[in-house]
């Protein structure tokens, strides 16, 4: 790691503590939920017991529903069927339609309407989130392997949606002015309702569902200067998917996760190991900006990356490599470099 990076993140640390304690106060004194606006613009009540995906239709995407018959195509079915059920995934974060119809389409499609999961051609599973945040060092094992101290507050960067991917996709590394190309798998938070100086004790109720992400990164621009931005957006280095697990079917905090480059295992962990869990991250952002529906939080990757290995094992990600991120419970997403 180079000495301005380092001595950035030491800076960051000297403020942590004071920055949690004033995050803390300030959630006992607002005391109450930010809720989201009413009137149906978002959901009340956020579906419960559901995989979504998104699917590619012709120049644009359409929701997906996995069912033990396949991938309900539901725009192909609500076009026939009329259960007025939302027909997007952005549809679904803004409340539009009757969720209930979902439902209704699962039970009344034919054969016709359902895909085979190793026939689909997805789409991010969240198609066009306003923010996509990303947590830096946010695993204990990673920050020591990288030689960094533990953070005392989340290290908050950015990701744009021209990184968005899916799963299935590639990325067209060849293109880019970078040569030192690492892998991060992700546990990726989706928002359900808008939130803002949210408590702790609530946030989870905020919480949409979760997805499988990988925070594909360029070191060598990463570490330009103390900002990472630069390493972080490059297009398509967000993949995402296949699945979107609703949060009632999932414990964020106790998942297995793990990243396979042509097969071979190289990060093996649980989030159990983040230094701030899923409902301390939701609350910390939600002082700092306001999430809305659909809103994407990458939350942190943990040891076994590139980037973490003595120098001279350090083999960086080339052309034709296919990587394979998996999470307990929410999927496995796969892409390929070119």
């Keep these: ?16 503590g004071a920055a949690l304690a004033a995050v ?7 005391g109450t939920l930010a809720q989201g606006s009413a009137g149906g613009s978002e959901p009340q009540d956020l579906p419960k017991g559901m995989t979504f995906c998104s699917l590619q239709r012709g120049a644009g995407t359409g929701l997906g529903l996995r069912t033990e018959r396949g991938i309900l195509d539901v725009a192909a079915a609500e076009e026939a069927l009329k259960e007025k059920a939302p ?10 339609g009757d969720i ?31 923010k996509i945040v990303c947590i830096g060092l946010n ?25 968005l991917n899916a799963c299935g996709g590639v990325i067209a590394v060849s293109k880019e002015k970078a040569e030192k190309f690492d892998y991060e798998a992700e546990l990726v938070i989706v928002i359900g309702r808008t939130a803002r100086n949210v408590p702790e004790a609530e946030a989870l109720n905020y919480i949409f569902g979760y997805c499988t992400g ?5 070191r060598d621009l990463q570490s330009r200067s103390s900002q990472w931005m630069l390493g972080k957006t490059l297009d398509g280095s967000g993949p995402i998917g296949p699945w ?15 990243c396979r480059v042509n097969g071979e295992l190289r990060q093996s962990s649980n989030t159990s190991d983040m230094v701030f869990n899923c409902k301390q991250l939701v609350s910390y952002i939600s002082h700092h900006m306001t ?3 659909g809103d994407i939080i990458f939350t942190g990757t943990p040891e076994g990356v590139i980037s973490g290995y003595p120098k001279d094992k350090q083999v960086w990600l080339k052309p034709g490599d296919t990587l394979s991120t998996s999470i307990e419970k929410l999927g496995e997403l796969t892409f390929t470099l070119t």
């Design 1 to 16: 790691m180079d000495k301005t990076r380092r001595t950035f993140l030491k800076s960051a640390g000297l403020a942590g």
């Design 24 to 30: 803390s106060l300030d959630a006992q004194r607002s």
């Design 87 to 96: 027909t997007s995934i952005s549809a679904v974060f803004a409340g539009a």
């Design 100 to 130: 209930g119809g979902l439902k209704r389409l699962a039970a009344r499609a034919s054969a016709a309407h359902f895909l085979a999961e190793d026939k689909a051609a997805f789409a991010p599973c969240v198609t066009s989130p306003e």
């Design 139 to 163: 695993y204990r094992k990673h920050a020591a392997e990288t030689g960094q101290p533990v953070p005392t507050q989340p290290i908050l960067f950015n990701k744009y949606n021209t990184a």
């Design 214 to 218: 990988n925070d594909f990164t360029a």
């Design 244 to 258: 979107l697990v609703t949060a009632d079917q999932v414990n964020g905090d106790n998942l297995k996760i793990e």
């Design 291 to 293: 999430l809305k529906p």
